[in-house]
């Protein structure tokens, strides 16, 4: 990472110390300026005790500054924001976050708000009663922001709805709980109901038993959805790629990097087991739509290049979306990427939006993405 220069080092201090605390994280004094904002805000309306502050009997008022200062500090350190705030804006919903759970990214909530908008359009507009009763499932849902997302976004569209959000870590699918909890008392999303239910439940995707019990179910899942863990152990370990220094050091590995003993596929990079195991899921549940979400372009093109070597999914249609799947790209943004189809074929597959290519789509409903 390039050194900060000197001059924006005292330029930032002369106007406030707490500035100067900041640019290491945010590397230029526009975000740094938004980012004291946001702490002192966050300050101010909380419910801050003198104990705060260890060792410090001063009122809240005079403890504030102090706080202010530490959390400061912290967010210099490389602590995500959203750590030290403790929640995360996502489309309306407000999420909260803690240390050990994945933070929700822009991106991710650009696809799933966009996706809650394609469901909704395609049902309003088909003319059938194709996913009428509509069951929806996220695996490795985090904090279950894109799952409660989705059912904020589809309530009220179908005449039945469920979604299930899946995590293998209990602090996640507790805080999950926690964020429908939160959601529900400021009235956001809607009370479940008989036909209407969202609900968050520890799981693995590797766990035969449980995948078993999930295809059981009574009611089928049309949609499966899932961020999983997709940097490869290289990445990780070397720092390469788009993953920043404060994403190593403070975010949970387990939701980043598939495990060590994970079980491998002929063909497939350890990075992508998970994708092909979900895709395994999707035919066992018979869904209709997949979406995944990819580290890159390079990924995304293996993980489209899985689906097409299926041949349970030889007529269903596959389309890759950038960060942005509702902006029209930039001139220099391929719309049609090529795709090699392991062993067989070269296949073209479109590409929608603008930014890095964040999803890969995968539909037996072609009127979904078209």
């Known amino acids: 990472m390039p050194r900060l220069a000197p001059s924006l080092l005292r330029q930032s201090h002369r106007i406030s110390p707490l500035l100067r605390s900041l640019l290491p994280a945010t590397r230029d004094l526009q975000s740094a300026q938004n980012e004291l904002r946001w702490i002192r805000e966050h300050v101010f309306s909380s419910s801050v005790k003198p104990g705060d502050v260890p060792g410090h009997r001063q009122s809240p008022q005079q403890s504030q500054p102090r706080i202010i200062a530490r959390l400061c500090r912290q967010r210099g350190q490389g602590v995500p924001l959203q750590y030290i705030l403790g929640s995360q804006p996502f489309g309306r919903l407000d999420i909260a976050c803690q240390q050990g759970v994945l933070v929700p990214r822009p991106e991710t909530e650009a696809w799933a708000l966009h996706l809650g908008k394609l469901i909704r359009w395609w049902r309003h507009s088909a003319g059938d009663n194709s996913m009428r009763d509509l069951g929806l499932v996220d695996f490795c849902t985090g904090t279950g922001c894109i799952a409660l997302s989705l059912y904020q976004s589809l309530q009220g569209a179908d005449s039945k709805l469920r979604v299930r959000g899946v995590d293998i870590s209990p602090q996640a699918v507790s805080l999950s709980r926690k964020n429908l909890e939160a959601n529900l008392r400021t009235s956001v999303i809607s009370p479940p109901r008989e036909d209407y239910s969202v609900s968050f439940t520890l799981g693995s995707v590797f766990d035969d038993s449980f995948v078993k019990e999930l295809s059981s179910e009574r009611g089928s899942y049309d949609v499966l959805v899932s961020n999983p863990p997709y940097i490869s152990r290289d990445t990780w370990t070397h720092g390469r790629g788009q993953m920043g220094f ?3 050091k403070y975010e ?112 037996k409903i072609p009127s979904m993405i078209e």
């Open 246 to 248: 404060s994403v190593k």
């Open 252 to 363: 949970p590995r387990l939701a980043l990097v598939p495990e060590d003993d994970v079980p491998s596929y002929p063909g497939v990079e350890h990075e992508d087991v998970f994708y092909w195991r979900l895709l395994d899921i999707s035919s066992l549940l018979r869904t209709q739509l997949v979406v995944f979400e990819v580290g890159d372009e390079a990924q995304a093109l293996r993980v489209a290049g899985m689906a097409l070597q299926r041949e349970e999914l030889r007529d269903w249609k596959v389309e890759l979306w950038r960060d942005w799947p509702d902006i029209s790209p930039l001139d220099d943004e391929a719309q049609i990427l090529n795709v090699e189809v392991p062993g067989r074929y070269i296949s073209q597959v479109a590409v929608r939006g603008s930014g890095n290519v964040r999803c890969v789509v995968i539909t």
